[in-house]
């Protein structure tokens, strides 16, 4: 992926942020007091003679840059990049050169030649900048000014009436369009004996995950998420997996009860599949409820990267709903996103008043989420497929990497109520909120 990378990183440095309607504004309400960065375009400098260069030390985590207030003299400088997070992390001097995608406890070297200046670095993964990882380098001179305690550019150094602008400006683009929605429901070939015969292709696609920020990423059937695949307790199934893409997969169905051969792990159940090849699961739906599919060959890539789909068994016993609605979160390399798009690009819940609404949720992502909704409690009735004999009310479920939980919420109360991961560098940055934050609309 740090190839595939390269290329979303490069568009996300020209991320324009457009858009003046304020429509809604969100009580979530924590701005972090950030340094401003210089957001002019240094001078252009050439890769750097290292005989000679001056060594500078950088820690990446999740989600800072340490110091945030780099100071390096001019001339030729090699960083020193170590990411000691628990995802991937890249290290990009505005304007003038970045490494590559830095695994957890990977180091890194940049040399670069700099001229006199102030320069932004970032995070290149969508979302990171937004949530911390953007720091101001003070190329020889007064480095005092760069030494703020938190992340260059956004709202620092603004007056209380810029920050609002500037906060409700970024708001006021959701829900904003982008190119491609995932999770569309994956219409079967009912076969003779009545089998439900599925078809999914995963291939490398182009995902615009914000607006103007668009992502190689891999999908099945070109959306991420995958399409949804409905099926009802005790169907008959095939899913004929096709691989276009330049590496093995193979497909998991999470959660399951499957004969072995049909559990889709590469070296354990079966070969991975290779490029241009195909391999057909089958088996009969035995257990019900809101389950997932993914890869289980080169995973920690290929499924934050895009492959991931929900897989909903119906059940005789499911409560019947108004609007049942598929949550997926995820946390690699497009970001911090809710079925595939980042705040503003998420999809708001819209209910009519009293509807009840079933959100399923699952997590595809490397980090846990605890899923706030503002206003209206959630029921939990439902655990990894299996229906809870005691539900329970909750205000903020904690949804870990695997886990699936099914909740009714009951559009009781009139107004648009936030609703985010509470992890707060998950939904808000220097610039305002991104990532895991939708709404849900009770009209
Ligand atoms: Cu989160």
Request: with cysteine.
């Amino acid at each position: 992926m740090a190839k595939v990378m390269s290329d979303g990183a490069r568009s996300r440095l020209v991320w324009p942020v457009a858009g003046f309607f304020v429509v809604i504004a969100f009580g979530v309400g924590l701005i972090s007091m950030a340094a401003f960065g210089d957001r002019t375009d240094p001078p252009t400098t050439a890769a750097g003679d290292t005989a000679s260069s001056d060594v500078v030390e950088v820690k990446l985590g999740d989600l800072f840059i340490d110091p945030d207030g780099i100071s390096a003299p001019a001339g030729p400088v090699t960083f020193k990049v170590e990411n000691t997070g628990g995802i991937d992390h890249n290290f990009v001097i505005e304007g003038v050169d970045s490494t590559e995608m830095i695994s957890p406890a990977g180091t890194e070297e940049l040399s670069v030649d700099l001229q006199e200046g102030s320069y932004t670095v970032i995070c290149a993964v969508p979302g990171h900048a937004d949530g911390g990882m953007k720091a101001t380098l003070t190329v020889g001179g007064d480095s005092e000014a760069s030494g703020n305690d938190s992340g260059g550019g956004g709202m620092s150094g603004m007056t209380a009436q810029e920050m609002l602008e500037h906060d409700a400006k970024r708001t006021a683009q959701f829900p904003a369009e982008t190119k491609g929605k995932g999770g569309l429901p994956l219409e079967p070939e009912i076969l003779s004996d009545g089998t439900k015969r599925f078809e999914l292709t995963a291939d490398e696609i182009e995902w615009e995950t914000e607006p103007g920020v668009v992502m190689k990423g891999m999908a099945y059937n070109g959306m991420i998420p995958g399409p949804q695949i409905n099926l009802d307790l005790g169907d008959k199934v095939e899913v004929k997996l096709t691989n276009e893409l330049d590496q093995p997969t193979v497909l998991h169905l999470h959660g399951m009860i499957l004969p072995n051969g049909m559990d889709g792990v590469a070296g354990i159940t079966q070969n991975a599949i290779m490029p241009g090849e195909s391999f057909t699961y089958k088996f009969t739906a035995r257990n019900s409820g809101t389950n997932m599919y993914h890869s289980h060959f080169n995973a920690a890539e290929q499924v934050p990267g895009g492959l991931l789909g929900a897989l909903i068994i119906s059940d005789p016993r499911d409560p019947a709903v108004d609007i049942d609605y598929t949550m997926v979160l995820n946390d690699g390399p497009l970001g911090f996103t809710i079925n595939g798009k980042g705040f503003p690009a998420t999809e708001p819940i819209v209910a009519g008043k009293d509807q009840l609404v079933r959100i399923r949720y699952m997590n595809e992502g490397l980090q846990v989420h605890p899923m706030h909704l503002h206003g209206i409690p959630q029921k939990v009735i439902a655990k990894d497929g299996y229906i809870l004999k005691t539900p329970y009310m909750a205000d903020t479920l904690l949804v870990a990497p695997g886990e699936r939980y099914d909740v009714l919420v009951k559009a009781t109360e009139l107004g648009t109520w936030a609703y985010h991961c509470h992890i707060l560098s998950h939904v808000e940055g220097p610039d305002g909120m991104f990532g895991m934050v939708t709404a849900m609309i009770v009209q």
